[in-house]
């Protein structure tokens, strides 16, 4: 409980202190939503997954931005009109940074690569939480909404895979549709 204080502290700090200087930084924010699979040393469960995201290039590398990352899935059985109160839903959150890098396929089109570490929070079982570190890879296309504007607001799909290092080999795949705003 404690070291998970100190994660969302230190991911909350971290992203108040690079916003304030968003606009050097050639940041963008980003939502997505999408479906997918979350498991624990279990079979797959069917999840809805919501994702948020903050990019930021603080020129240490060329081409290469920094993205620190949230998302929440959770069983999509919960989302359903009509289950009881009292049932258990598997859910899962993560936190992330990643390194991420662009290449032009097209006038407006781009695609998106990822590789980063993630924190992962998950209670796939009813009687058992899970706290553990790991990776997680992402591929995206983004269509560029303006071409003629360099500062223009992006929709894509996307896949994201994320893997952990413990005795559960908590991991999730999921597939997503993104919005993307540059500040």
Do not use: C, H
Request: aromatic fraction near 18%; charge should be positive.
């Amino acid at each position: 409980m404690l070291l998970q204080k100190k994660v969302l502290i230190f991911i909350f700090i971290s992203v108040i202190s690079i916003s304030i200087k968003a606009e050097e930084l050639n940041s963008k924010i980003g939502f997505s939503i999408g479906t997918g699979s979350i498991s624990s040393n279990s079979p797959n469960q069917t999840v809805i997954s919501f994702s948020s995201y903050f990019d930021f290039y603080p020129n240490i590398w060329d081409n290469i931005d920094f993205r620190i990352s949230a998302l929440y899935a959770k069983k999509y059985d919960y989302f359903l009109p009509s289950n009881g109160d009292g049932k258990f839903y598997s859910y899962l959150l993560s936190f992330g940074l990643s390194a991420v890098t662009y290449q032009k396929a097209g006038d407006n089109l781009w695609l998106e690569e990822s590789i980063g570490g993630i924190f992962v929070y998950d209670k796939i079982f009813r009687f058992q939480t899970n706290r553990s570190f790991g990776f997680n890879i992402g591929l995206a296309a983004n269509i560029k909404l303006k071409k003629e504007s360099p500062k223009s607001s992006s929709i894509g799909i996307g896949l994201n895979y994320g893997l952990t290092f413990n005795n559960y080999n908590t991991n999730y795949f999921l597939y997503s549709i993104q919005y993307k705003v540059p500040l």
